[in-house]
């Protein structure tokens, strides 16, 4: 059974950084077409993908946002870890970890497993 | 980046109608498109894969279909538990996007 769960502040203040953990069990991020992400969402707003570390430890950024993003990964903790530098109002929403497969049946990337989410809001 | 865009962005329908929801993307890819389901106060949940493919566990009332730019998914009787929102995203480049999402709600 894959779970998946996060887990930082829920409040930080503009200019600060953000640094939130997803640990997830039920699955090894070594094991080939495997990866795990982030999506978030503001509230009442649509779906944004941010990032996404692959089982071969190549990292993939939203370009609007990548100069402050970082995705590492602890695999003896079976954990990844998201961190978003110089926070504002704007980025308010609720941040998802998720696990992404790629099945070689049909060679494509989909978001199979999500975490509960966490509500992260910026504001001094 | 590839844009997705959907439509209705909301629709009321009442139980056992037949309900269609539109994607469109702004450049073309054979069949890298996804749906997921989102209802209040949850996560997002995989519905539709490989734009016709149902992920397991999935009813099959759901059925999605296209390729290229347009795509479409299709609720044959709409039931009590699927009013929810509604999201296509393209995993055909990064970065991976969403579509603004359609709201489907009780009439």
């Known amino acids: 059974q894959i779970t998946l769960k996060e887990s930082g502040p829920t409040l930080v203040k503009p200019t600060q950084t953000l640094t939130l953990t997803c640990t997830f069990s039920?699955?090894?991020?070594?094991?080939?077409?495997?990866?795990v992400g982030w999506v978030r969402q503001p509230p009442g707003k649509a779906l944004e993908w941010l990032a996404l570390?692959?089982?071969?430890?190549?990292?993939r950024y939203n370009p609007s946002l990548k100069s402050r993003l970082t995705i590492t990964k602890d695999t003896s903790k079976n954990q990844v870890v998201l961190t978003m530098t110089n926070m504002d109002p704007v980025d308010t929403a609720t941040y998802y970890c998720i696990h992404s497969s790629y099945p070689s049946s049909i060679q494509l990337w989909l978001f199979d497993y999500w975490g509960q989410g966490t509500l992260v809001t910026v504001s001094s | 980046d590839i844009q997705m865009t959907q439509s209705p962005s909301s629709l009321s329908a009442s139980v056992g109608d037949r309900v269609t929801i539109t994607c469109r993307a702004s450049?073309?890819?054979?069949?890298?498109l996804n749906w997921y389901q989102q209802k209040p106060g949850q996560a997002p949940k995989l519905l539709i894969y490989?734009?016709?493919s149902l992920q397991r566990g999935v009813p099959s009332r759901f059925s999605g279909r296209g390729s290229g730019t347009d795509f479409t998914l299709t609720i044959s009787s709409l039931q009590p538990e699927d009013f929810a929102t509604y999201y296509c995203?393209?995993?055909?480049?990064?970065?991976?996007?969403f579509g603004p999402g359609t709201k489907v709600e009780i009439k």
């Open positions: 039920g699955f090894s991020l070594s094991t080939s077409g495997v990866g």
């Open positions: 570390l692959y089982w071969n430890d190549d990292r």
């Open positions: 450049q073309s890819f054979s069949r890298h």
């Open positions: 995203q393209q995993s055909y480049s990064t970065p991976f996007t």
């Open positions: 490989a734009a016709s």
